[in-house]
């Protein structure tokens, strides 16, 4: 495969051409890297990568708050370095991706208006305007750069990557939606590159000639005008003529359109190959770079072998499965955890947590969280078949304990199973079929069809019980609920039920939402009726998620009501109030997305009939695929018997 072929980045030769993304992540109170990242970085090295990139690195504290990791003095060399030595002991390279800010995007200090290209809102917090750079304060900042990349090489970095992309404060200066300055950084282009170049020239003329630099720059912002295409096109040329740069690493997107940037669950693999072709066209022999979903091996081998890329870049697919590239090469494709698109790892590195994934419970706790053997085979009974309870029978088979797994449906994977059935949620349903692998190769006896009960429980007899059965569909109880039309989403979305042409969705959350759309893409008449005054009103979810669903409901078709409250189901339709008018719907469907409660009055029981149990995911509280994946997964692995 091209993918495992060596290839080289100006100076720097590289074992194969696979490249873990640069992602942003924040860091404890010391702003530099510490021993998580030495482990992380590591495990990804380990894991056959031939060049392991960090995100963003920032050169100066001067106009804004470090919002990660930050190479400003010497002292910040001595864990970096740390970093570097642990790559290279696997025989990959390290880079990492220097910034010298993120300007109008900040969100660290919510009270202080942040410094940009000019005067304009902040992102998060648009009454908060932006203060413009002084002349010298860019200048200032074009020397940080320089004197950060120098740290960086006597720390053992390999190559430097400029980050210019996504909106951040470099692409603030190269556009015109930003930049309204008056001075040489402002104006026609050229001068706002100006920024930019100052920068590439000042870390080649510190680091040396043959020193290797990339830089990461926006292509377009395909559904905002803060990038037009022949901007961007005009950037790549220029970088690709200077001379000073060894690699360039494109994306697309702006932050309005956040799914175009970070890849969500919903987007085909490889969905910015396509994009490569017409950047290629004008930076001639320079390698190019892209990320997208790549974590598709034939998808990523294709890029290679049209020429469309030199190197693919996975982000998320490597913080899922770290073995993604040895697996690849060795032909375990079955044994990749494959990635689910939820940016569980993004939405909650952003609360400052340590980059969690949702479905590897290891990431940033890769010595941490190791699974020792038990010493005596003790039988664990496992109810519920869904992502949770499916993660704790694999896990503590693995361990040695006899496990046993009950599910009272035909199939296994819970709600996610559910979740993985439109055609645009592939990657959730890759996982379910990743999670019913391992539960067959950890040797878990699985008995399907089965419903647990407490005397059922008890004549099994096991040594200690997780009830991971989920909970159950709220109805909301309005005249008319019982009728036949009547249905709730996860039995329509597995297609155990059938639905007719004209359908209410009950509920405009990501259920409500996603099943709505795979209806009306279906050619079905759907209309989702809300009680709130927004659809996806609740959040807590990746915004990149949120604006792609938005994006698919738009464009499906479908119909959307909010501010209506339910309070009839007819025989053929239903009645809602909204602005205090009633209202009548025709239908022949009514889908109940309205939300889940548990029912734990089967633990509940299995406790006070003084047997040893937990219960996880679902079944605590509605919850989401991490909460349900890492529960199952600790739970098993601190159980000691």
């Known amino acids: 495969m091209k993918l495992f072929e060596r290839t080289r980045i100006g100076t720097l030769q590289l074992k194969n051409r696979i490249v873990l993304a640069p992602m942003g992540t924040t860091t404890d109170h010391t702003y530099g890297f510490n021993m998580r990242d030495v482990n992380y970085y590591g495990e990804r090295a380990k894991g056959g990568a031939g060049l392991i990139l960090t995100g963003a690195v920032v050169c100066s504290e001067e106009f804004e708050p470090a919002p990660c990791q930050k190479l400003t003095s010497i002292k910040d060399v001595y864990m970096l370095h740390q970093v ?6 696997y025989g990959a390279k390290f880079g990492i991706q220097l910034s010298p800010g993120i300007g109008r995007m900040n969100w660290i200090d919510p009270s202080t208006p942040p410094y940009s290209a000019s005067p304009c809102p902040n992102y998060y917090k648009p009454e908060l305007i932006c203060r413009e750079l002084p002349t010298d304060g860019v200048k200032r900042l074009v020397k940080a750069m320089g004197t950060s990349a120098k740290f960086a090489q006597d720390a053992g970095v390999d190559i430097i990557e400029i980050h210019a992309y996504g909106g951040y404060l470099i692409d603030q200066f190269n556009s015109s939606k930003w930049n309204h300055r008056t001075d040489e950084y402002g104006g026609s282009l050229e001068n706002r590159m100006r920024f930019m170049m100052e920068i590439i020239e000042e870390v080649r003329r510190v680091c040396g000639k043959f020193y290797p ?8 912002s395909v559904d905002d005008p803060e990038r037009p295409l022949e901007e961007g096109l005009h950037i790549a040329k220029t970088l690709a003529e200077s001379g000073l740069v060894d690699l360039i690493h494109f994306g697309r997107g702006a932050y309005s359109c956040r799914w175009r940037m970070v890849s969500s669950v919903y987007q085909p693999p490889g969905f910015d190959v396509e994009a490569a072709k017409t950047i290629r066209e004008v930076t001639g022999n320079v390698p190019l770079m892209a990320h997208g979903k790549l974590n598709h091996p034939e998808v990523a081998e294709e890029a290679l072998q049209s020429g469309a890329l030199d190197l693919i870049a996975i982000g998320h697919g490597l913080i899922a499965d770290p073995y993604w590239p040895n697996k690849v090469k060795k032909g375990l494709l079955d044994e990749i955890n494959p990635c689910i698109g939820c940016g569980e790892c993004h939405y909650n590195s952003m609360k400052g947590w340590p980059r969690p994934c949702a479905v590897n419970p290891e990431a940033m706790h890769e010595t941490e969280y190791v699974l020792t053997p038990v010493t005596e085979k003790k039988r664990i009974l496992v109810i519920g078949a869904g992502p949770g309870g499916m993660k704790a029978a694999a896990t503590a088979a693995q361990r040695g304990f006899d496990v046993t797994l009950w599910e009272k449906k035909n199939i296994m994977g819970g709600a ?3 979740a993985g059935a439109p055609d645009f949620k592939k990657d959730v349903r890759d996982q379910v079929e990743y999670l019913i692998r391992q539960v067959n190769k950890y040797g878990v006896h699985v008995e399907l069809n089965k419903t647990a009960t407490l005397e059922e429980v008890q004549k099994f007899n096991p040594d200690f019980t997780v009830v991971a059965s989920g909970c159950d569909p709220i109805i909301i109880p309005v005249p008319g ?7 709730t989403a996860i039995p329509v979305m597995l297609g155990e039920e059938t639905v007719g042409e004209n359908v209410v969705v009950i509920g405009g959350g990501d259920v409500g939402c996603e099943l709505a759309s795979d209806l009306a893409l279906k050619g079905k008449n759907v209309t989702i009726v809300e009680m709130l005054d927004r659809i996806m009103a609740r959040g807590g979810s990746f915004v990149a998620n949120e604006q792609n669903l938005k994006y698919i409901l738009k464009h499906s078709g479908a119909n ?15 009645k809602y109030i909204k602005e205090n008018e009633e209202h009548i719907l025709s239908c022949d469907t009514v889908i109940f997305a309205a939300g889940f409660r548990p029912d734990q009055t089967l633990y509940e029981s299995i406790c006070d009939a003084g047997l040893e149990c937990i219960q996880i995911g679902d079944n605590v509280r ?3 695929i991490i909460d349900a994946i890492h529960q199952g997964y600790n739970s098993m692995r601190v159980l000691e018997l």
């Open 213 to 220: 630099i990339a830089v990461k720059m926006t292509l377009d």
């Open 560 to 574: 959307i009501i909010c501010s209506a409250r339910l309070t009839e189901i007819l025989d053929d339709g239903i």
């Open 481 to 487: 609920k019982d009728k036949p039309i009547v249905k």
């Open 622 to 624: 509605m919850g989401k």
């Open 84 to 89: 570097a030595e642990k790559v290279h002991n």
């Open 416 to 418: 996610m199973a559910a």
